[in-house]
């Protein structure tokens, strides 16, 4: 994709947003209200014009134990019987065990007008993984232990939110956007090979910190309140737009269906439950420099099925000189997981946030 394409696109994405609101009927002032939902939710709400909106979320995933499909695996399994198609051993000689990622968040929404809403968000990783090395080109001997680590900055994203209904209970918003491929394709760490050398490869793919290729961003989200009570629904898809990045490859498209309910039990305190469904598909190509003889370096290893549970709280202090602070928290856990391939397990997700609008 060259760059006036690029640029094209990201213009067309704001033009058109600017060439509804242009047409569209006069709609309601009174812009979405802090609607409580879960503090992971992005893209929910829009804001009126001229109203700014910054947050910053954390998140740490961990991730724990091998998974082939549905079953639980074990290391000594992975290093017999999982083949490896990119060089000698014929099977994976060293077996990834953990994976903490923390992901630092900082976003930021301004109501261009009062139907559209810009938001654009960055994010700072930080990725740790611990691997099992065997000794050799066969058996089940231990070797030993080691840590490969990446951080800095990953993609950077904008998208245009539009509110296509809005009534005093039931609220229907529509976000399109892209995402820029800033995030680095190219860490590299030592590890310890099966032979017992030290050497420093190119990391696999989970360990890098971008998709390399510029995505389109698509979303719908639906959201109701009565009395104390709210709920919503939100469906998210990434779209690979270029068939490989720098380095020859495509992370699967993604698509992200949540359900959420949420009860308010003061004007400062709410407390929410949700359901998320998350399928991606497998790695298309491959980077010629990813070649250990580990599951993370073979591209048919990742993308799958996982569904979470989650509940989590917000809470708004009713302070005027602090009016618009919103702090929230929540944690998920897996309930079902089929993967690809044989890959770690989601363990569980946790995020924390801070929002101020003004």
Request: net charge neutral; proline share 4%.
């Amino acid at each position: 994709m060259n760059n006036f394409y690029k640029i094209c696109l990201m213009g067309g994405t704001i033009l058109s947003f600017t060439s509804i609101s242009a047409n569209a009927q006069t709609c309601h002032k009174n812009h979405d209200a802090p609607n409580n939902a879960p503090i992971s939710i992005m893209g929910d709400h829009t804001h009126a014009k001229g109203e700014w909106m910054v947050s910053y979320r954390f998140n740490r995933m961990n991730m724990e134990g091998n998974r082939q499909g549905t079953r639980s695996i074990s290391p000594e399994t992975i290093a017999t019987t999982i083949s490896n198609p990119n060089a000698p051993p014929a099977t994976m000689r060293v077996v990834p065990t953990k994976m903490n990622m923390d992901m630092h968040m900082f976003g930021s929404m301004y109501g261009l007008t009062d139907e559209i809403t810009i938001m654009a968000m960055g994010m700072y990783m930080q990725k740790e993984m611990d691997h099992l090395t065997f000794s050799g080109m066969m058996g089940t001997t231990r070797l030993g232990h080691f840590t490969t680590r990446s951080s800095g900055w990953g993609d950077i994203s904008i998208s245009g939110i539009y509110n296509l209904y809005k009534s005093p209970k039931h609220n229907l918003n529509l976000s399109l956007g892209v995402s820029a491929p800033t995030g680095s394709i190219k860490n590299a760490d030592e590890v310890l090979a099966p032979t017992n050398a030290r050497p420093t490869l190119r990391l696999p793919y989970s360990m890098q910190l971008g998709s390399g290729t510029w995505d389109a961003l698509a979303g719908i989200t639906y959201t109701g309140h009565k009395d104390k009570l709210s709920w919503g629904a939100q469906y998210n898809a990434t779209i690979r737009l270029e068939s490989e990045n720098s380095q020859g490859y495509q992370w699967g498209d993604k698509h992200i269906f949540i359900g959420w309910g949420g009860y308010k039990f003061s004007n400062e305190f709410s407390a929410n439950a949700l359901i998320n469904v998350e399928t991606q598909g497998r790695i298309k190509g491959s980077d010629t420099l990813i070649t250990a003889p580990v599951q993370t370096a073979d591209p048919d290893n990742y993308g799958g099925k996982v569904i979470e549970l989650g509940a989590g709280f917000t809470y708004s202090p009713d302070i005027l000189t602090i009016k618009g602070l919103e702090f929230g928290t929540e944690i998920r856990v897996p309930i079902y997981q089929d993967l690809n391939g044989v890959q770690l397990e989601q363990d569980m997700n946790i995020t924390a946030g801070l929002i101020y609008r003004f």
